[in-house]
């Protein structure tokens, strides 16, 4: 079982659509993180919020936006997003330089 | 960007048997860590190394750390069927950003 939850656990959704995944953590940790995995590849960092600080991927596209409303939840909205969008978002916390908690996943899908 | 590189690409071992896979990365680090993964599930984390420590020890698990060399490597003793998974290093530098290495997929063959 995972201390980190995530949903939707699969999306399906349009090129003009507008959506949102969602992770949540109750462990006390200060640092979460969002990262996109694609088939066969290692997980890709987007995104990290630090301490209420936000630091960027900047290669990420701006069709992909965080939000951080408290220390314990972490958004990802989605909007106009393309085909080749289409992977596994992962979503993790941890303490300040400690090991990392993963969620189990959004495989999401761009048609 | 990815920081480590890791070989083999892809192991296939004798349940009972050891695998060993090694991990390559560029700049200094905070620590290494070790992660499984089960196909299409979140990543689980094994072990961590800090920067001083130069071997570590979790159970079926042996990790080692060459700083000088900048490789880690991660050996599984006695294999288990359950053992099949990915296993990705990471990496952690001073900016505190966890890079992930290619990985290694690991199958055990009962």
């Known amino acids: 079982d995972t201390e980190v939850t995530q949903t939707p656990k699969h999306l399906v959704m349009g090129m003009t659509n507008k959506k949102s995944l969602k992770c949540e953590q109750h462990?006390?940790?200060?640092?979460m993180y969002w990262y996109k995995q694609k088939a066969k590849k290692p997980p890709e960092l987007m995104f990290v919020y630090s301490y209420e600080k936000l630091s960027i991927n900047e290669s990420v596209p701006s069709r992909f936006s965080p939000e951080c409303p408290n220390s314990s939840l972490l958004n990802l909205h989605l909007h106009a997003l393309q085909p080749e969008d289409s992977a596994l978002y992962l979503c993790a916390s941890s303490r300040s330089a400690g090991e990392l908690f993963f969620g189990e996943g959004s495989r999401l899908t761009v048609l | 960007s990815q920081q480590g590189e890791e070989d083999p690409q892809a192991l296939s071992i004798q349940e009972g048997e050891n695998a060993t896979m090694n991990c390559s990365y560029k700049t200094s680090i905070n620590n290494l860590q070790w992660y499984r993964q089960n196909s299409g599930r979140g990543l689980v984390h094994l072990i961590l190394?800090?920067?001083?420590?130069r071997e570590k020890h979790s159970g079926r698990l042996r990790v080692t750390l060459d700083t000088s060399k900048k490789s880690s490597s991660l050996l599984i003793t006695a294999s288990r069927a359950a053992d099949t998974a990915s296993y990705f290093c990471a990496t952690l530098p001073n900016d505190y950003k966890l890079s992930f290495g290619a990985g290694t997929t690991v199958t055990v063959r009962a």
């Open positions: 190394i800090r920067s001083n420590e």
């Open positions: 462990m006390g940790h200060r640092a």
